[in-house]
């Protein structure tokens, strides 16, 4: 098994928080990348944030800026989305992908990434 897995999905009101994490399997190398994307109903997929390994960099989109914060686990192959002042719009299926190699410049591309997950949906409302 080579996809990784997500959890932490659920309902929860405007204004609340939830953090998601991703687990993958073995070791990450230095430019490997973990990212997050979500695709809404009738919406195509969208990046949210992506952690690369190898100097602890991060990307963000400009929607989820100073609200969302990926973070990396240090015992295993994982990143944590903490989500905070969710909206409305922040509803979506959200997945998880990785890539074993990958540039600063593409973390936010999808059709670089190789392993997906099956994703966990995120529903703000009240």
């Known amino acids: 098994q080579v996809q990784p897995i997500e959890s932490g999905g659920g309902l929860v009101q405007p204004g609340g928080s939830l953090r998601l994490s991703c687990e993958a399997p073995g070791r990450a190398a230095r430019n490997y990348v973990m990212g997050w994307f979500r695709q809404a109903p009738g919406k195509e997929r969208e990046f949210v944030a992506a952690y690369r390994w190898g100097g602890g960099n991060t990307v963000y989109a400009d929607s989820v800026k100073g609200r969302f914060t990926i973070s990396r686990d240090n015992t295993k192959t994982m990143t944590h989305l903490q989500m905070n002042n969710l909206k409305p719009e922040d509803t979506a299926v959200y997945s998880c992908?990785?890539?074993?190699?990958?540039?600063?410049?593409?973390?936010?591309?999808?059709?670089?990434?190789?392993?997906w997950g099956q994703g966990t949906q995120v529903t703000v409302s009240s």
């Open positions: 992908a990785t890539a074993s190699n990958m540039i600063l410049s593409s973390m936010s591309q999808a059709n670089l990434y190789h392993y």
